[in-house]
Protein backbone atom coordinates (compact mmCIF):
# COMPACT_ATOMS: atom_id res chain seq x y z
CA UNK A 1 0.00 0.00 0.00
CA UNK A 2 1.18 3.64 -0.02
CA UNK A 3 1.85 6.09 2.90
CA UNK A 4 2.12 9.33 2.38
CA UNK A 5 2.01 12.19 5.31
CA UNK A 6 2.14 15.92 5.46
CA UNK A 7 1.97 18.07 8.23
CA UNK A 8 -1.63 19.48 8.59
CA UNK A 9 -1.25 22.92 9.03
CA UNK A 10 1.40 25.89 9.00
CA UNK A 11 1.83 29.26 9.49
CA UNK A 12 3.64 31.98 7.83
CA UNK A 13 4.50 35.43 7.51
CA UNK A 14 3.58 37.67 4.21
CA UNK A 15 7.30 37.84 2.51
CA UNK A 16 8.68 34.99 4.68
CA UNK A 17 9.73 31.56 3.02
CA UNK A 18 7.89 28.49 4.23
CA UNK A 19 8.80 24.55 3.78
CA UNK A 20 6.05 22.09 3.45
CA UNK A 21 7.56 18.72 3.97
CA UNK A 22 6.09 15.40 2.59
CA UNK A 23 6.91 11.66 3.30
CA UNK A 24 5.66 8.46 1.66
CA UNK A 25 6.69 4.92 1.75
CA UNK A 26 5.33 3.16 -1.43
CA UNK A 27 6.06 0.82 -4.24
CA UNK A 28 6.39 1.40 -7.82
CA UNK A 29 7.43 4.98 -7.30
CA UNK A 30 7.24 6.98 -10.81
CA UNK A 31 7.34 11.00 -9.66
CA UNK A 32 5.94 12.96 -7.11
CA UNK A 33 3.60 16.12 -7.43
CA UNK A 34 2.64 19.05 -5.85
CA UNK A 35 -0.65 20.93 -6.25
CA UNK A 36 -1.86 24.04 -4.90
CA UNK A 37 -5.96 24.17 -4.08
CA UNK A 38 -7.48 26.80 -2.97
CA UNK A 39 -10.90 26.41 -0.78
CA UNK A 40 -13.83 25.86 -3.21
CA UNK A 41 -11.69 24.94 -5.86
CA UNK A 42 -10.43 22.02 -8.26
CA UNK A 43 -6.21 21.39 -7.20
CA UNK A 44 -3.84 23.27 -9.40
CA UNK A 45 -0.73 21.64 -10.75
CA UNK A 46 2.84 22.96 -9.14
CA UNK A 47 5.72 21.03 -9.95
CA UNK A 48 7.26 17.14 -10.52
CA UNK A 49 9.65 15.33 -9.58
CA UNK A 50 10.85 11.96 -10.52
CA UNK A 51 14.81 12.22 -10.01
CA UNK A 52 16.45 13.43 -6.95
CA UNK A 53 17.42 17.39 -6.46
CA UNK A 54 15.65 20.21 -6.71
CA UNK A 55 13.31 21.78 -8.88
CA UNK A 56 12.95 25.50 -9.18
CA UNK A 57 10.03 27.25 -10.78
CA UNK A 58 9.72 30.66 -9.45
CA UNK A 59 8.92 31.12 -6.20
CA UNK A 60 8.29 27.84 -5.59
CA UNK A 61 10.95 24.70 -5.50
CA UNK A 62 10.30 21.63 -4.87
CA UNK A 63 12.98 18.37 -3.53
CA UNK A 64 12.64 14.70 -3.80
CA UNK A 65 15.10 12.36 -2.32
CA UNK A 66 14.22 8.99 -3.41
CA UNK A 67 16.46 7.04 -0.45
CA UNK A 68 14.88 8.64 1.61
CA UNK A 69 11.10 8.47 0.46
CA UNK A 70 11.02 12.56 1.34
CA UNK A 71 10.17 15.82 -0.31
CA UNK A 72 9.21 19.36 0.09
CA UNK A 73 7.68 22.54 -1.39
CA UNK A 74 9.51 25.38 -0.57
CA UNK A 75 7.67 28.88 -1.21
CA UNK A 76 9.10 32.05 -1.20
CA UNK A 77 8.07 36.00 -0.80
CA UNK A 78 4.98 34.56 0.45
CA UNK A 79 1.93 36.47 -0.63
CA UNK A 80 -1.11 36.75 0.70
CA UNK A 81 -2.64 34.70 -2.17
CA UNK A 82 -0.44 31.27 -1.56
CA UNK A 83 -2.84 30.90 1.65
CA UNK A 84 -4.55 28.05 0.51
CA UNK A 85 -3.60 23.81 1.04
CA UNK A 86 -0.65 22.25 -0.74
CA UNK A 87 -0.92 18.81 -1.47
CA UNK A 88 1.54 16.18 -2.43
CA UNK A 89 0.86 13.08 -4.45
CA UNK A 90 3.21 10.45 -5.21
CA UNK A 91 2.52 8.69 -8.78
CA UNK A 92 2.62 4.53 -9.31
CA UNK A 93 3.50 2.97 -12.02
CA UNK A 94 3.60 -0.69 -13.00
CA UNK A 95 3.77 -1.15 -17.23
CA UNK A 96 1.27 1.33 -18.86
CA UNK A 97 -1.00 1.22 -15.51
CA UNK A 98 -0.32 4.33 -13.24
CA UNK A 99 -2.38 5.85 -10.28
CA UNK A 100 -1.64 9.24 -8.28
CA UNK A 101 -2.30 8.76 -4.75
CA UNK A 102 -2.59 12.35 -2.98
CA UNK A 103 -1.55 13.13 1.13
CA UNK A 104 -4.12 15.52 3.11
CA UNK A 105 -2.83 17.90 2.42
CA UNK A 106 -1.18 20.84 4.19
CA UNK A 107 -3.34 24.01 4.77
CA UNK A 108 -1.03 27.28 4.65
CA UNK A 109 -2.41 30.73 6.14
CA UNK A 110 -0.17 33.38 5.12
CA UNK A 111 -0.38 36.21 8.15
CA UNK A 112 0.42 40.14 8.08
CA UNK B 1 -4.94 22.36 -26.12
CA UNK B 2 -6.94 20.00 -23.72
CA UNK B 3 -9.84 20.84 -21.74
CA UNK B 4 -11.69 18.83 -19.07
CA UNK B 5 -15.63 19.38 -18.57
CA UNK B 6 -17.22 17.95 -15.69
CA UNK B 7 -20.67 18.51 -14.80
CA UNK B 8 -22.97 19.55 -12.72
CA UNK B 9 -21.05 22.25 -10.98
CA UNK B 10 -23.48 21.53 -7.97
CA UNK B 11 -25.84 18.85 -7.13
CA UNK B 12 -28.34 18.58 -4.43
CA UNK B 13 -29.72 14.97 -4.21
CA UNK B 14 -31.83 12.97 -1.35
CA UNK B 15 -30.56 9.61 0.17
CA UNK B 16 -31.50 6.50 -1.94
CA UNK B 17 -31.97 8.36 -5.21
CA UNK B 18 -29.36 7.64 -8.39
CA UNK B 19 -26.14 9.49 -9.51
CA UNK B 20 -24.45 10.46 -12.20
CA UNK B 21 -21.96 12.60 -12.83
CA UNK B 22 -20.56 13.19 -16.42
CA UNK B 23 -16.75 13.87 -17.44
CA UNK B 24 -15.15 14.61 -21.01
CA UNK B 25 -11.96 15.72 -22.13
CA UNK B 26 -11.09 17.75 -25.18
CA UNK B 27 -7.75 17.95 -27.25
CA UNK B 28 -6.03 14.26 -26.61
CA UNK B 29 -6.13 11.05 -27.22
CA UNK B 30 -6.20 7.71 -24.71
CA UNK B 31 -5.85 9.77 -21.49
CA UNK B 32 -5.98 8.07 -18.14
CA UNK B 33 -8.67 9.08 -16.43
CA UNK B 34 -9.40 9.51 -12.77
CA UNK B 35 -12.51 10.30 -10.32
CA UNK B 36 -11.47 11.37 -7.05
CA UNK B 37 -13.53 12.53 -4.05
CA UNK B 38 -12.57 14.65 -1.17
CA UNK B 39 -15.01 15.31 1.71
CA UNK B 40 -14.91 18.53 3.42
CA UNK B 41 -11.77 19.45 4.91
CA UNK B 42 -10.24 16.15 4.06
CA UNK B 43 -7.18 14.75 1.68
CA UNK B 44 -8.76 13.68 -2.38
CA UNK B 45 -9.15 10.27 -1.86
CA UNK B 46 -8.52 7.93 -5.01
CA UNK B 47 -12.18 6.21 -6.19
CA UNK B 48 -11.59 4.88 -9.69
CA UNK B 49 -9.04 5.12 -12.53
CA UNK B 50 -9.30 3.99 -16.10
CA UNK B 51 -6.78 3.45 -18.71
CA UNK B 52 -9.05 2.64 -21.64
CA UNK B 53 -12.55 2.10 -22.90
CA UNK B 54 -14.07 -0.80 -20.24
CA UNK B 55 -10.47 -0.92 -18.18
CA UNK B 56 -11.48 0.44 -14.83
CA UNK B 57 -10.05 -0.05 -11.44
CA UNK B 58 -11.50 0.48 -8.18
CA UNK B 59 -9.81 1.67 -5.23
CA UNK B 60 -12.07 1.88 -2.54
CA UNK B 61 -15.12 -0.63 -2.31
CA UNK B 62 -18.83 1.42 -1.97
CA UNK B 63 -22.00 2.67 -3.85
CA UNK B 64 -20.39 4.11 -6.47
CA UNK B 65 -19.38 2.54 -9.93
CA UNK B 66 -17.43 4.17 -12.80
CA UNK B 67 -17.82 3.75 -16.61
CA UNK B 68 -15.92 4.43 -19.55
CA UNK B 69 -17.75 4.25 -22.83
CA UNK B 70 -15.91 6.31 -24.61
CA UNK B 71 -12.04 7.30 -25.08
CA UNK B 72 -12.64 10.62 -23.59
CA UNK B 73 -15.75 10.27 -21.77
CA UNK B 74 -15.68 8.76 -17.62
CA UNK B 75 -18.97 8.90 -15.68
CA UNK B 76 -19.26 8.20 -11.76
CA UNK B 77 -22.51 6.49 -11.03
CA UNK B 78 -24.64 5.20 -8.16
CA UNK B 79 -27.66 3.14 -7.87
CA UNK B 80 -28.46 4.72 -4.56
CA UNK B 81 -26.60 7.98 -2.75
CA UNK B 82 -25.76 7.72 1.09
CA UNK B 83 -25.48 10.35 3.40
CA UNK B 84 -21.64 9.84 3.41
CA UNK B 85 -21.02 10.27 -0.51
CA UNK B 86 -21.36 14.07 0.02
CA UNK B 87 -18.16 15.15 -1.18
CA UNK B 88 -16.24 17.11 -3.58
CA UNK B 89 -16.09 14.64 -6.91
CA UNK B 90 -13.17 15.56 -9.06
CA UNK B 91 -12.36 14.25 -12.01
CA UNK B 92 -8.71 14.35 -13.45
CA UNK B 93 -7.02 13.04 -16.87
CA UNK B 94 -3.35 12.35 -17.57
CA UNK B 95 -1.50 11.43 -20.46
CA UNK B 96 -0.71 7.98 -20.58
CA UNK B 97 2.79 7.27 -19.34
CA UNK B 98 5.55 4.52 -18.93
CA UNK B 99 8.58 4.16 -16.75
CA UNK B 100 10.60 7.96 -17.58
CA UNK B 101 11.13 11.24 -16.48
CA UNK B 102 8.22 12.62 -18.61
CA UNK B 103 6.70 15.10 -16.22
CA UNK B 104 2.32 14.52 -16.74
CA UNK B 105 0.54 15.54 -14.17
CA UNK B 106 -3.29 15.29 -13.63
CA UNK B 107 -5.33 18.04 -14.84
CA UNK B 108 -8.66 18.60 -12.92
CA UNK B 109 -12.03 19.51 -13.60
CA UNK B 110 -13.82 21.98 -11.47
CA UNK B 111 -15.38 19.40 -9.34
CA UNK B 112 -19.00 19.12 -8.59
CA UNK B 113 -20.08 19.38 -5.55
CA UNK B 114 -22.34 16.93 -4.06
CA UNK B 115 -24.85 17.54 -1.17
CA UNK B 116 -26.90 14.08 -0.11
CA UNK B 117 -29.66 15.09 2.46
Known amino acids: GQNIDQPTEMTATEGAIVQINCTYQ??????LFWYQQHAGEAPTFLSY????GLEEKGRFSSFLSRSKGYSYLLLKELQMKDSASYLC?????????????FGTGTKLQVIP | SQTIHQWPATLVQPVGSPLSLECTVE??????LYWYRQAAGRGLQLLFY??????ISSEVPQNLSASRPQDRQFILSSKKLLLSDSGFYLC????????????????FGNGTRLTVT
Open chain 2, 50 to 55: SVGIGQ
Open chain 2, 27 to 32: GTSNPN
Open chain 1, 26 to 31: TSGFNG
Open chain 1, 49 to 52: NVLD
Open chain 1, 89 to 101: AVRLASGGYQKVT
Open chain 2, 92 to 107: AWSVLVWQGTNNSPLH
